[in-house]
């Protein structure tokens, strides 16, 4: 058995759509900003299963510099990073991550982020959210950060 630990971070722009989770949330002013969609939930848990796998991180799996993961959809990185683990000798057990700040209104949607991100993972996926009381960026609203935690184990 083996442990990682992921965290993303995005600032949030107006007119950027705003996917948390694998889920969108149409109804946001504003999205997070960056290479990909910038789902810092997806992202965290896809750093947490590579540190887990001992396969490095989000950065050195999926860089900016490579314009396959321009605009790419946090699903896509999960596949991708499911796929790399498994290659690498190790079965997801479970993950846990924690969306961090203001926006969107998440509760009502947990169960089916829940789901959908165990359903992309192959193993259950725990989702959980919280704000800051309006201390930094996230307090602010002017991003969002996402920790997981991901547990894997030896298939060979």
């Known amino acids: 058995m083996r442990t990682g630990t992921g965290l993303d971070v995005h600032a949030l722009a107006p007119g950027r ?15 997070p900003v960056g290479h990909s969609d910038g789902d810092v ?28 993961w321009a605009g790419a959809p946090g699903r896509e990185f999960l596949a991708e990073t499911v796929r790399r683990v498994r290659a690498a000798g190790f079965e997801v057990v479970n993950v ?3 969306l961090v700040g203001n926006r969107p209104r998440f509760a009502a949607r ?13 193993a259950p996926v725990s989702v959980s959210a919280t704000t800051t009381d309006g201390l930094g960026l996230t307090g602010r609203g002017e991003g969002l950060a996402a920790l997981a935690s991901a547990l894997v184990q030896a298939s060979r």
């Open 96 to 98: 846990s991550v924690q």
């Open 41 to 68: 939930v997806a992202h965290a848990v896809c750093d947490a299963l590579l540190a887990a796998a001992g396969l490095g991180d989000l950065g050195s799996n999926y860089g900016t510099s490579d314009p396959r």
């Open 17 to 31: 759509p705003m996917r948390i989770a694998c889920l969108d949330f149409a109804d946001e002013p504003a999205g």
């Open 110 to 122: 947990r169960d089916e982020a829940e789901a959908l991100m165990s359903r992309l993972v192959g």
